[in-house]
């Protein structure tokens, strides 16, 4: 069973740092594209940034210059910095995968279950 695994959220101080970690488990055959997504409540989820199985980033107007996504193909793992943080920030961050499983020759979009990152002073 594939499933992900968000981990790294929690309380900061406007302007602060953090480092969220998503890790995809599972009997999984390739990855193709990992992105992560924020939901602030009473709002629709929106993307933040993305990378491809190649490397290619691409980030939301609103985070440009202070998020950077990462990733590490050995461990499965996509990451996201967050840095010069604003009280606009705060929301669940989520980590999104479309993974072919080795069960099947189909690729399937996963989520994880979200982090909590609340940016207040």
């Known amino acids: 069973q594939v499933h992900l695994v968000e981990s790294g959220g929690g309380l900061v101080q406007p302007g602060g740092s953090l480092g969220l970690s998503c890790v995809a488990s599972?009997?999984?055959?390739?990855?193709?594209?990992m992105a992560w997504y924020r939901q602030a409540p009473g709002k629709q989820r929106e993307l933040v940034a993305s990378i491809t199985w190649a490397g290619s980033t691409d980030y939301a107007d609103s985070v440009k210059g202070r998020f950077t996504i990462s990733k590490d193909n050995a461990k499965n793992t996509v990451y996201l910095q967050l840095n010069s943080l604003k009280p606009e920030d705060t929301a669940v961050y989520y980590c999104k995968a479309d993974i072919r499983p080795t069960t099947r020759p189909t690729v399937f979009r996963y989520w994880g279950q979200g982090t909590q990152v609340t940016v207040s002073s």
């Open positions: 599972g009997s999984i055959f390739s990855i193709n594209f």
